[in-house]
């Protein structure tokens, strides 16, 4: 009778376990996002004594959006899309996850660009957070929190 007890126990813990695992950042972040929501705090902006900062909401049909897709074998593509879905400003590259955070390696704007964000998965998307030398002053000092959401491929 123990043994029966003992093993319903075991049943319904590995029951439970499995059917609310939940999916790793590796796992989740393959799919495709637009930001929707982008801050950017400069302090020392490009060496001077002022701090700037960018935001956008992306609200009242921004005339351009920002997507990526997280692709199951290591790569990206992120670029921007109009009003009538036209792209632009495509750029590739690589990703990886330890932990919690999201390591990004691509070519933009003339230059190499190595980030890492730390991930927070939301109900529609992610929060990625990272501190990088965003106003290219040679100090890795700007902080930048970044909103997304989830997008079907046909978006």
């Known amino acids: 009778m123990k043994l029966k007890k003992l093993f319903l126990v075991i049943a319904i813990g590995i ?4 059917c609310n695992k939940e999916k790793s950042i590796k796992e989740y972040m393959v799919a495709t ?13 490009q060496k001077s004594d002022s701090t700037s900062v960018f935001e ?7 005339p351009r959006r920002a997507r990526s897709k997280y692709n199951n074998d290591g790569t990206f593509t992120a670029w921007f899309v109009n009003h009538k879905n036209e792209k632009s400003g495509t750029s590739k590259g690589t990703w990886t996850v330890k932990n919690d955070s999201l390591f990004i390696a691509y070519f933009y704007g ?4 190595e980030v890492a964000y730390h991930i927070e998965k939301t109900e529609e998307g992610f929060i990625g957070k990272s501190t990088y030398d965003w106003d290219e002053d040679g100090e890795f000092d700007d902080f930048l929190v970044m909103k997304t959401k989830r997008i079907t491929a046909k978006q």
Request: proline share 7%; charged share 20%; net charge negative.
């Open 56 to 62: 956008d909401q992306f609200l009242n049909n921004p």
């Open 15 to 18: 029951l439970f376990a499995n």
């Open 33 to 45: 996002w637009e930001t929707t929501y982008l801050k950017i705090e400069m302090p020392t902006f």
């Open 110 to 113: 003339g230059r190499d660009v």
